[in-house]
T-cell receptor
C-alpha cells in the first residue's frame, strides 16, 4: 500500500515554463487536495477535489490548474511558472466526509523557479 | 487576525522533558482539531485527532482542547530525540471545505 505518491520529488524550472506535478493515491479516497508550504506561511490550500470530475479553488489558486478524471489521480499544472511559485508542494487525500477528516500526505515536490 | 496562530519556535528540550505545544484560533465554530508531525523533507503525518472539547491520550502524546479559550495543546511526555520534528496544528468545522493549518512549531529534543 503506497498511500499518496508524488512525482517528481525535485524540479527546477525557468520563469514562463509550464509543468505538471503528479499525485496518485491507492486508498480509494474521494477527497484530494494540493497545498503549498512556504516558510512562515504554513500549508495553504491551492485546489481540491471531492471526487472524479469535481474540482474547486482553495486559498491560493492563481497560476495553477487541476483536473480529476479518475479517483486515483489529481495532477497540478503550473501554467506559466513565476519565481513566487517556488515552494514545496504537497498532495493529500482523505476519506469521504470533507475537510473535517484526517489528511494523508505525500512527501512533496520541491519546486524552484529561476 | 489569522484564523489559527502557532509559535514557530524553535523549541529545544533535553531528552525526557515534557513538551507543550500550543495553538490559538479565532473562530468558535471550529470543532475538529488535529496535530500533524512533519519530519524534515517529508509530508505531514497525522498524530492526534480530536472532536470538540476535552483530552485525548495516545501513548506519550496528549491532545487537549479548550473551546472556551479557543486554545489547543499537544503534550509530549518523556520526549525522545526521535520526536524532533515540526508539529502543525490544524482545525476545521463541519461547514467548511478546508482544513486550516498553523505555521508549525519546530521541536528539537537533544540527548
Amino acid at each position: 500500500n503506497a498511500g499518496v505518491t508524488q512525482t517528481p520529488k525535485f524540479q527546477v524550472l525557468k520563469t514562463g515554463q509550464s509543468m505538471t506535478l503528479q499525485c496518485a493515491q491507492d486508498m480509494n479516497h474521494e477527497y484530494m487536495s494540493w497545498y503549498r508550504q512556504d516558510p512562515g506561511m504554513g500549508l495553504r490550500l491551492i485546489h481540491y477535489s471531492v471526487g472524479a470530475g469535481i474540482t474547486d479553488q482553495g486559498e491560493v489558486p492563481n497560476g495553477y490548474n487541476v483536473s480529476r478524471s479518475t479517483t486515483e489521480d489529481f495532477p497540478l499544472r503550473l501554467l506559466s511558472a513565476a519565481p513566487s511559485q517556488t515552494s514545496v508542494y504537497f498532495c493529500a487525500s482523505s476519506y469521504s466526509g470533507g475537510y473535517n477528516q484526517p489528511q494523508h500526505f505525500g512527501d512533496g515536490t520541491r519546486l524552484s523557479i529561476l | 487576525q489569522k484564523e489559527v496562530e502557532q509559535d514557530p519556535g524553535p523549541l529545544s528540550v533535553p531528552e525526557g522533558a515534557i513538551v507543550s505545544l500550543n495553538c490559538t484560533y479565532s473562530n468558535s465554530a471550529f470543532q475538529y482539531f488535529m496535530w500533524y508531525r512533519q519530519y524534515s523533507r517529508k509530508g505531514p503525518e497525522l498524530l492526534m485527532y480530536t472532536y470538540s472539547s476535552g483530552n485525548k491520550e495516545d501513548g506519550r502524546f496528549t491532545a487537549q482542547v479548550d473551546k472556551s479559550s479557543k486554545y489547543i495543546s499537544l503534550f509530549i511526555r518523556d520526549s525522545q530525540p526521535s520526536d524532533s520534528a515540526t508539529y502543525l496544528c490544524a482545525i476545521s468545522s463541519y461547514n467548511t471545505d478546508k482544513l486550516i493549518f498553523g505555521t508549525g512549531t519546530r521541536l528539537q529534543v537533544f540527548p
